[in-house]
Structures are given as C-alpha cells and as structure tokens.
C-alpha cells in the first residue's frame, strides 16, 4: 500500500499527539485489565490463635468474616514478621527485611525509610494503581517526604505513632493534622468503604488497611454488648471485613482481587499464640510467627480451603505484588555494596552514602498457587521463599530448612519489660512446665530448634548439632554485618526547623500536640533550626560544700557579683578569661542568712587549691573550658546538685 506524504501535511501535531495518546491510553486500558487489585489488611498484636480459622471455636463468631475469607483462600502456617511493630511495616513496604531498614520502633520524626528507595506504592502508582492507606503508620515521618501522600499514595487518614486512644485527635490526613475523634475502626473502616464505593473497577487498586485493633488500650468498642473487650474490637474489624468484600463483589471486583490478611506481629496482653512459644517483643515463634492467609479470586479454585507450610516472610510481599502488577520490583543503588570481609566485619560496605541494600523478598506467588505442601517447605524454604538461602527473622534469628537458631529471646533494639517466655494453653493461661527448657539463648550460647518436628520450641539441640550452630552462626553472623539504616541525603528531607513545624501545625489546628508530626521539608519553614546551645547550667560542674565559702583570700577573687541563681554565677565565670572556678552562696560573708541575697565570688583557683573551709550553703562551680586545669580534683568524692 503506497502513502503519500502530501496526505500527512493535513496533520496538526496537535492531532498526532492525540492520536498518540489515544493509543498509549488504549494499551494502558488493556493492560490495567489484566492486573490484580490488591487489598493488604495489617491486623495490630493480633494473637495467633485468636480467629476461627486457626482453630478456636470460642472466635469463630468475632472474626466470621475473616476466617471465611481465610477457608476460601490459603491459610498461611509460616507467615513470618519481625517480633514487634515498625520493622514488619517497613518490610512489608520496602521489601527489606528488618536488617536492612533498622530493628528499632519509628518515632513521630525518625527517617527510618530511606527517601531514595521506592515503596511498593510508588511502583504499583507507576503502572496506573490507584493507592490509598488507611489507618496506623508508625514508619518515621521526619519530613514531609515521608508523608504517604509524597510516595504514591493518592489517600492517607490515620495516625503516625505506634499506640494511642482510639478516639484521640492525633490524626493525620494527606499532608495536614487531623484531630477528629471518631473510633478508629469505624473511621479507617468507612473511609475504606467510602473509596471503594467511589473506585472505578478497570483501574487496579492497592489498598493499605492498617487497623489499630487489637493493640491497646482496651477502649470500649462502641456497639459491643459483651464483656471481652478484645473480642470487641477484633467482631468490629470484622463487620468491616464482611462489608469490604460485598463491595467487592457488587462491584465485581472480587474475582480479580488479592487480599493478604496478616498480623505484625505475635500476640501479647490479652493475645493468645496457643501452641507458639512466648508473645510478642520475643524472638519465640509466639513473637514471629503469625495468623495470615492469602484469599480473593486470583487464588485459583483447586487451593481454595487449603493450609500452607511454606514459610514466607512478609518482605516477600513486595515483590509479588510487583509482579502481580508486571513491574520490576528492584530497587538496586547506582553503585554495589562492597562484600562483606569477616576479618573486618566494622566496614562500612555501603562506603558511606553510595550505596544501599536492595531488595531482600521473592516473588512467592507462583510457589504459593501450586501448592507447595508442609513436605517440600524444606527445600522451598531454604532456596526459594526469599532472596537468601537463609531468612534472617531478627539480628538473633535465622531460619534455614527445618532448623531456627536463637541467639537470644529478645533483641538489642529491645529495652522494655521481660515478656512470657513460656507456652500458653487453648484458654490463654501461661504454664512453664519444669521439665522444659525455659531459657534459651543469652547471646554467647545459642539455641537450635527443630522447629518441623517441635514447634513448640521445648528441646534445644545446639549439643547435638553443633555443626548445624556454626553453619547458621557464621551465616547470622555475616548477615548482620550488611546492616543498614537510613542515610537519605539532607537534600531530600529538606530545612529541618522542629519550632516552625510545630507554628505550623497548630496554625492548621490548634488542638495538634506538639512534636507530632514532620519536621523538616514543612511549607514556610524554609530555614533550618540553629543548633540548641546546652543551657549555662550544662556548660559547668557543680560542687555541694566544697570550701569556698566566700572568705576572701588575696589574689583568688577576682570578683564578687549578686546573682539571681547558679547559671547566671556559671555564666559569669564562664565568660571570665581569668575565672577558673565561682563559688555561690547565700550574702557576701561566711555566715549569712540563707534567706540573704545569692553572691558569686569568681575565684582564679581551682576549687581543690583554695583551701578553704566549707559552709553548707555553698555550691562551686567550674567552667568546662578549664577542666583540664584540675589534675587533682576527685569527682567520686563530691556530690552534684540535683
């Protein structure tokens, strides 16, 4: 077929852009077609057996809605999180396992996401998903950057920190505070609803469903007539979940739907982790190990009502969803990390701020969707559930095949009180049988599990393997040496300025609290915040009756001034050149009344060479800047100031 030019001329490039476009939204259109919706659903310190689904009868009314998502999909036996909070949430949005973005909780301004990474919201937002996030973050929020609505999600309503009243007013909404009181089940459970009523069912959809339910407080739960609160709270969510899924399926979006229901982490207070070991904050499976399942109508029918033994971590979530979406789930750094050296385990294989870990999880749904079984979860989970021959739960745990080596029940980034570290019956009563072993690992011995064949965690087989210890030790061992907190460059997070931010907030509601919300990056606060200067009193050191008490000693006072209290005597001989030390005390003389007006006698001697009796009004004080003059003074003999 022959096409003269001539006929093109006829074209505005404003026609061929249109048709273009015309033609990419097409393809678009078609591919959106064939990707999932995925709906996430993060259960908060929910107990492993405290839902119908993994056996108790006494629940099977408060979670009827979850646990009959859970039988019409795969029930998940080996679904691992870290042992408490912000590293399971960072994980399930980075891909990293908590080694590579921290142990430790976020705070309200921590930067523990580094800004360089792409969370799975960005990815997924980068092929047409549409992302929304209801509910608790507890991820760190140093700047507005780190806000979800700056890393593609299109909605956000919830709270930043990790445990308040579910009717506080420390909310947040998109990019401002948000201080309505409304319980939280109810507001994140309707805003849910509220967007998938308005959702239009051709385009993909990733919702993040965060409930604050089941962690405390125990708050009474509005519409709950019974006397276990935390059953409450756990029938409320599930109203919710009963509710999501009808409008799925009325707007016909269920049979393309991936849910993924899991908790954070184990159970703890009024949870029950029956037949698991320990609770939550623990490295025990009661503390890892949680009820998940993986459910909607992209789990083919022949694994409808199935259980699961293959072990997958929550990281893995990441790059499923990735290529459910048909999106490259890596997130590599422009330069390699360096390989770890045993013989020098302190360098800094990230050599500075180059580089960073990539992407830990697996892409687990084809595994998943044939059917992997309890018997080949050995060889699956050693080589192919995640990026890592061998997962490393925590910086005291790795798992490999059937063996769990523990080297300690709770980690470094734990400072809290000792939790359970036994076993808890059906009912939730605590037992520790004598016979058993209830301590295991202290950080120089550890523990080995076979946990396929005592998953209770009761008899600990280091002696008896000990080739099995070296080889997970030296595998734990070089694990941790490639780990990795956040160093987003200043230039991402923006001025940090903690007292504008904090103007600025209340200026958009004055009932926000203080220092709960970003810091840097915020509109109008464009200069950074001077460095705080310690006050006076932190710039001296403080003696109780040291034997100056104001006698004049020629040549040693250099000055006497009335003062208002010690900082202002501080001061005075900080910014003495001649001062080496000041002495205050009540009037000019020995002997004044203590009700009589403060004097400050700066001295040119060190307190321990005037030589001077004392008077038990009196308090030395000595400059940092002259310390280094006071060779013989003895700090363990002289008592501070409150």
Request: aromatic fraction near 10%; charged fraction near 20%; hydrophobic fraction near 35%.
């Amino acid at each position: 077929m022959m096409f003269s030019i001539s006929r093109f001329r006829h074209f505005s490039l404003l026609s061929i852009l249109a048709l273009l476009l015309a033609i990419q939204s097409t393809t678009a259109s078609a591919t959106n077609a064939e990707r999932p919706h995925i709906l996430v659903v993060l259960q908060d310190d929910l107990g492993y057996y405290d839902v119908g689904f993994n056996g108790n009868k006494n629940y099977d009314y408060v979670t009827a809605n979850i646990s009959r998502m859970a039988n019409e999909g795969i029930v998940l036996d080996a679904h691992y999180t870290h042992y408490w909070c912000s590293p399971t949430r960072r994980a399930l949005l980075t891909g990293r396992l908590p080694i590579h973005q921290g142990e430790q909780l976020s705070d309200y301004d921590s930067d523990d996401i580094d800004l360089r990474w792409s969370l799975i919201s960005d990815k997924l937002s980068s092929v047409g998903y549409r992302c929304t996030w209801w509910g608790k973050g507890h991820i760190g929020y140093k700047s507005m950057a780190h806000l979800p609505s700056q890393r593609g999600f299109a909605q956000f309503s919830g709270f930043l920190d990790g445990s308040q009243s579910y009717t506080a007013n420390e909310r947040w909404h998109g990019e401002t505070p948000d201080t309505n009181t409304t319980y939280s089940t109810d507001k994140f459970g309707n805003a849910a609803l509220v967007e998938l009523d308005r959702h239009r069912p051709k385009t993909p959809m990733f919702m993040f469903l965060a409930w604050q339910a089941v962690h405390e407080p125990y708050d009474a739960v509005p519409g709950w007539h019974g006397k276990d609160v935390y059953q409450g709270m756990l029938w409320k969510v599930d109203g919710y979940m009963g509710a999501i899924r009808s409008v799925l399926e009325k707007k016909q979006m269920w049979e393309r739907t991936v849910v993924v229901y899991t908790s954070d982490n184990g159970g703890t207070v009024a949870g029950n982790n029956f037949p698991l070991r320990s609770e939550k904050c623990t490295n025990f499976e009661g503390g890892i190990r949680v009820a998940a399942f993986v459910s909607g109508g992209m789990v083919p029918n022949s694994l409808r009502g199935t259980r699961s033994g293959l072990r997958v971590h929550i990281a893995d979530w990441y790059p499923t969803f990735c290529s459910l979406a048909g999106v490259s789930p890596a997130d590599d750094p422009p330069i390699k990390p360096l390989p770890v050296d045993p013989q020098h385990p302190s360098r800094d294989i990230y050599q500075g701020n180059r580089s960073w870990p990539g992407v830990d999880g697996l892409d687990v749904w084809s595994v998943l969707t044939h059917g992997a079984s309890m018997e080949h979860a050995p060889t699956v989970a050693a080589e192919v559930f995640n990026a890592q021959r061998m997962l490393v739960v925590s910086a005291e745990v790795v798992l490999w095949g059937p063996w769990k080596l523990l080297l300690a029940p709770t980690g470094d980034s734990y400072s809290g009180p000792l939790f359970h570290t036994g076993w808890q019956s059906r009912n939730g009563t605590w037992m520790f049988p004598p016979d058993m072993n209830q301590s295991c690992g202290d950080g120089v011995k550890p523990c080995l599990f076979n946990i396929y064949e005592d998953l209770n965690e009761t008899v600990d087989l280091s002696r008896q393997h000990t080739d099995i210890v070296d080889l997970l030790w030296k595998e734990l061992n070089n694990s941790v040496a490639t780990y990795f907190h956040s160093r987003t460059p200043p230039s991402m997070l923006g001025p940090c300025n903690n007292d504008c931010a904090n103007k600025h907030w209340k200026r958009l509601d004055v009932a926000w609290v203080d220092d709960h919300g970003p810091v840097c990056g915020v509109p109008g606060c464009l200069i950074p915040q001077p460095p705080k200067v310690d006050p006076v009193s932190k710039q001296c050191v403080f003696l109780n009756h040291t034997g100056l008490n104001g006698a004049l000693v020629s040549g040693q006072d250099a000055s006497i001034v009335q003062v208002m209290d010690r900082d202002e005597c501080c001061g005075l001989c900080r910014d003495n050149p001649q001062c080496v030390s000041a002495d205050l005390h009540p009037g000019i003389l020995p002997g004044a009344d203590p009700r009589d007006p403060l004097y400050c006698h700066l001295k040119t001697c060190a307190p321990e060479d005037c030589k001077i009796t004392g008077q038990p009004n009196s308090v030395a004080c000595t400059p940092f800047r002259v310390l280094h003059h006071l060779q013989h003074m003895s700090i363990e003999a002289t008592t501070s100031i409150p």
